[in-house]
């Protein structure tokens, strides 16, 4: 079974920018979650998507949005991007709610 | 509110030797543990995982896990390291709060590996 998928794995934006990064989930898996990783802030929570409803969100500001399809892909969508906004941004799908989540290899976002 | 620590930033053994990663928690009730592995410019692999039942866990590569509900802690251990461990490891629970379950991630701890 395939894993989970990130594209584009490497982006490079200047600021003011907007960016939307695409996730597919494991076959099978209704639960997609978005996670930001920064060397100072670790692994932070942004938002969960399960059947196509924001479930969940983390403490982010507003130009943070996502959506998730049918087919339970997920985009994650940032607009008037910061340099803060540099990152690595992890998507990982989950079976059941209160599963074990699979991670892709993320997209590793640069702002200038 | 639930929370993750893991005290060592980072850790260096020799290989061959044995490894302990630290991992306590904060939550009012049996939480969902996970410990994932995360390799330079990766995502996390889940090594293993606990949800109920006997508390010591074994997972993918080797480790092995603990649950210890009187002192709250989940903690990662393998009995002889090899140079390829060397990564960063995190400690999570998954726990359900208000606007529903997560799972929150500890910050890490980076395993340094010595020949």
């Known amino acids: 079974k395939a894993g989970v998928t990130q594209t584009p794995r490497y982006l490079i934006k200047t600021r003011g920018q907007q960016v939307t990064l695409s996730c597919s989930p494991i076959?099978?898996?209704?639960?997609v979650s978005w996670y930001q990783q920064t060397p100072g802030q670790g692994l932070q929570f942004l938002f969960e998507?399960?059947?196509?409803?924001?479930?969940n969100k983390g403490n982010f500001p507003g130009r943070f949005s996502g959506r998730q399809f049918s087919n339970s892909r997920s985009e994650m969508n940032v607009s008037t991007l910061e340099l803060g906004d540099s990152a690595l941004y992890l998507c990982?799908?989950?079976?059941?709610?209160?599963?074990?989540?699979?991670f892709g290899p993320g997209t590793r976002l640069t702002v200038l | 509110a639930q929370s993750v620590t893991q005290p060592d930033i980072h850790i260096t053994v020799s290989e061959g030797a044995s490894l302990e990663l630290r991992c306590n928690y904060s939550?009012?009730?049996?939480?969902?543990l996970f410990w994932y592995v995360q390799s330079p410019g990766q995502g996390l692999q889940l090594l293993l995982k606990?949800?109920?039942?006997?508390?010591l866990v074994q997972g993918i590569k080797g480790f092995e896990a603990e649950f210890k509900r009187s002192q709250s802690s989940f903690n990662l251990r393998k009995p002889s390291v090899h140079w390829s461990d060397a990564a960063e490891y995190f400690c999570?629970?998954?726990?359900?709060?208000?606007?529903?379950?997560?799972?929150?991630f500890g910050a890490g701890t980076r395993l340094f590996v010595k020949a």
């Open positions: 076959s099978g898996h209704r639960s």
């Open positions: 998507y399960f059947s196509e409803t924001q479930r």
């Open positions: 939550y009012g009730a049996t939480p969902y």
């Open positions: 606990y949800f109920s039942g006997d508390t």
């Open positions: 990982a799908s989950s079976l059941a709610e209160k599963g074990a989540q699979y």
């Open positions: 999570a629970v998954g726990a359900a709060g208000t606007g529903g379950f997560k799972t929150i």
